[in-house]
């Protein structure tokens, strides 16, 4: 499968953005998504999951609140919208299909960088 993110950019602090990520290859309403970010130095950690019909969500604490993960099946699409960004939020932001599974698939990444 490919996983293709985007919406990445720079940001002001308290700022908006909404990443994509489109897939192809792989039936995707089958599986659950996933949000994770990488910063600098840092390992990488989870941010958001949804499952495969989009009736549960998690977020990681740091999150909560101010990002949302969404889907849309017909558009084999994961969103995640990120409002009031920190300059902490800043890192590149990976999409994964099926990420607890034995099969899973990560996209190449989208930059998030928020600016103080």
Not at 15 to 25: D, H, T, V, Y
Not at 99 to 115: I, K, N
């Given at each position: 499968?490919?996983?293709?993110?985007?919406?990445g950019?720079?940001?002001?602090?308290?700022?908006?953005?909404?990443?994509?990520?489109?897939?192809?290859?792989?039936?995707?309403?089958?599986?659950?998504?996933?949000?994770?970010?990488?910063?600098?130095?840092?390992?990488?950690?989870?941010?958001?999951?949804?499952s495969?019909?989009?009736?549960?969500?998690?977020?990681?604490?740091?999150?909560?609140?101010?990002?949302?993960?969404?889907?849309?099946?017909?558009?084999?699409?994961?969103?995640?919208?990120?409002?009031?960004?920190?300059?902490?939020?800043?890192?590149v932001?990976?999409?994964?299909?099926?990420?607890?599974?034995?099969?899973?698939?990560?996209?190449?990444?989208?930059?998030?960088?928020?600016?103080?």
């Amino acid at each position: 499968v490919q996983l293709q993110a985007s919406g990445g950019g720079l940001v002001q602090a308290g700022g908006s953005l909404r990443l994509s990520c489109a897939a192809s290859g792989r039936t995707f309403s089958r599986y659950a998504m996933d949000w994770f970010r990488q910063a600098p130095g840092k390992e990488r950690e989870f941010v958001a999951s949804i499952s495969w019909s989009g009736g549960n969500t998690y977020y990681a604490d740091f999150v909560k609140g101010r990002f949302t993960i969404s889907r849309d099946n017909a558009k084999n699409t994961v969103y995640l919208q990120m409002n009031n960004l920190k300059p902490e939020d800043t890192a590149v932001y990976y999409c994964a299909l099926d990420p607890r599974g034995p099969h899973p698939d990560w996209g190449q990444g989208t930059q998030v960088t928020v600016s103080s």
